[in-house]
């Protein structure tokens, strides 16, 4: 604690602005599905001792099969992690300028605080404790121009020589948006979110979200699985109350809008 590690963090996203509006200008590539080439063929050594000259016999080789079989797991490892980015690169929607802070409930108004203390320019903040406007869960105003239309161009700030009093500071650096991304009037929309400079999120609200999106996979598995059952005489798959598992509205899967957005920096706070 205390080796700034916040107003470091603040530092780099002023530094980098423009770097992250060039990343945003630039669209998306569609990802490519892996290609992997597949062994049909088991065979080893062993399947050939004793008929080849020179060929070692089973009992010598089985270091050399130990080692097939490590490197088929390898293998395996490999097809999976390349199959899994691919459906992560398969959810992007768009790109976004910002960078995704991901801290405590409890360290999300100190973000706040620190933006407005230390940004040169006007910040405003949507959806935290300190927001200047409603949230608009709904989605009426589809511009961040009209949901900051009540937003001051000043900040206050408190005078050193006063702690009573309060005086205007103006901001003449580059405006600086930021949306806290948590609570039930969250906007679930990843075309608003990339919209804005600063995105606070909280461990829960990804961690939910993210058990959600894995349920609705499993669940539509699972609901595949007991169509197969029922065609074949078989029990349908129950829940343990009783209830019948139900696939993701249309078979769809249940994506977090924050894995919707390719963000040009995610911070980890207090990642332990």
């Not at 927001?131 to 937003?151: H, I, K, M, V």
């Amino acid at each position: 604690m205390g080796l700034g590690k916040t107003i470091t963090s603040v530092s780099l996203i002023a530094a980098t602005l423009q770097a992250a509006k060039a990343f945003e200008a630039v669209p998306p590539v569609p990802p490519k599905p892996p290609i992997f080439a597949h062994h049909d063929s088991d065979l080893t050594a062993e399947h050939f001792a004793g008929r080849v000259w020179g060929m070692p016999s089973p009992s010598t080789s089985s270091s050399t099969s130990s080692s097939a079989t490590k490197a088929k797991a390898k293998e395996a490892r490999a097809q999976d992690l390349a199959e899994e980015q691919y459906a992560r690169a398969c959810r992007i929607k768009c790109k976004s300028r910002a960078t995704l802070v991901v801290c405590p409930l409890s360290t999300v108004a100190n973000w706040e605080d620190q933006f407005r203390e230390h940004w040169g320019g006007t910040v405003r903040v949507l959806g935290g404790s300190g927001s200047c406007t409603s949230p608009d869960p709904a989605g009426t105003q589809t511009t961040l121009t009209a949901l900051f239309a009540n937003c001051a161009n000043m900040d206050t700030d408190t005078d050193p020589a006063d702690d009573k009093s309060t005086v205007l500071r103006e901001k003449k650096g580059a405006p600086l948006c930021v949306y806290v991304y948590h609570g039930n009037a969250r906007r679930l929309d990843p075309t608003f979110l990339a919209d804005f400079d600063v995105v606070i999120t909280t461990y829960s609200t990804l961690a939910t979200e993210y058990s959600k999106q894995t349920r609705s996979l499993e669940e539509g598995d699972d609901v595949a699985s007991d169509s197969g059952n029922e065609a074949n005489g078989k029990r349908a798959k129950t829940t343990k109350n009783g209830k019948r598992k139900r696939p993701a509205p249309n078979g769809t899967e249940a994506t977090s809008p924050l894995q919707s957005v390719h963000w040009f920096r995610v911070i980890l706070d207090e990642a332990q």
